[in-house]
């Protein structure tokens, strides 16, 4: 039996589908049963005497975290009820450069503290640690669709975007089979892409003009409190949009094609299977992994 956590966000629903077609037991955890499809269980990262529970009778948990100030704790507790519950396997899905960097505001240090967790425990773990999700770009369709600019926070810096589909699919092998025990993987799409090669690839894509305006971090951040976000969101997002603007995020490996024996699947493909999405024709994928979300 496998615990799905975060299972009805991107990734979680992602593999509890895969493991389905698989024929794997597995087992959602939620905090509302009426948003589970399929076999569920309750928990809530914020009741940890729920985890135990939730655990009981896995062999395999898939750790995925709500993003949050509390993110590292609910990795803790998610592994103390593991470990106390008997379940052998964990994999994490974490964020891509995790480390401390010292900045309470980083994701990455959120996300490291959370590793700890995982790799100081008596679980045989494996972390995955996947670049920007190409479904982040469906934030940008309604304005595609009205013929807006796109706004660029991050300048002139690349990512190698990543369809999350292969996460959920390197994330079902970690789960599944042998050999990925004390493995950190590095997710990422095949190629170097800034907001403006995006956007250029979903206009291709989508059949239509789309283009980028930039966005001072001033103006960003003054936009999104006027916005009512969370001061403690602006602040990591804005940390995360500099960190890209400069250049710390041109990162990528072949880690997808070693796990999986196929290439990671390119921004262009996701947005051609995408591309309903941004022109509000009917067909758009009912799946936010694009094609190879299953």
């Known amino acids: 039996m496998i615990l799905v956590t975060g299972a009805t966000g991107t990734i979680g629903s992602a593999v509890i589908r895969r493991l389905a077609e698989r024929g794997a037991p597995a087992r959602s955890m939620v905090r509302d049963l009426s948003r589970a499809s399929g076999p569920a269980v309750l928990g809530d990262f914020e009741r940890p005497d729920t985890l135990r529970a939730a655990a009981e009778g896995a062999e395999a948990v898939l750790l995925v975290t709500p993003f949050g100030a509390g993110l590292a704790e609910h990795d803790r507790a998610m592994v103390r009820a593991a470990e106390a519950a008997g379940v052998r396997r964990i994999v994490k899905i974490s964020a891509i450069g995790a480390e401390d960097t010292g900045d309470l505001m980083d994701v990455r240090t959120m996300h490291a503290a959370g590793e700890l967790a995982v790799t ?82 979903i206009g291709k894509a989508a059949g239509r003009a789309a283009t980028t305006v930039d966005v001072p971090p001033a103006q960003a951040r003054a936009q999104l409190l006027e916005m009512g976000a969370d001061p403690v969101f602006v602040e990591v997002a804005m940390t995360g949009w500099g960190f890209v603007a400069g250049g710390g995020n041109e990162i990528v490996t072949t880690d997808v094609s070693d796990v999986l024996g196929r290439p990671a699947t390119s921004f262009a493909a996701w947005a051609e299977t995408n591309a309903a999405a941004f022109t509000g024709q009917p067909g758009s994928s009912a799946d936010p992994g694009g094609k190879s979300a299953g």
């Open 120 to 201: 100081s425990s008596a679980l045989t773990w494996t972390i995955l640690r996947p670049s920007m999700f190409a479904t982040n770009a469906l934030g940008w369709a309604e304005g595609i669709r009205a013929g807006l600019p796109v706004q660029n926070m991050t300048g002139k810096g690349r990512q190698g975007i990543i369809d999350p589909g292969d996460i959920a699919d390197v994330a079902v092998e970690a789960l599944t089979s042998a050999g990925h025990g004390g493995r950190i993987y590095t997710l990422t799409g095949p190629h170097l892409l800034s907001t403006a090669d995006q956007v250029e690839l």
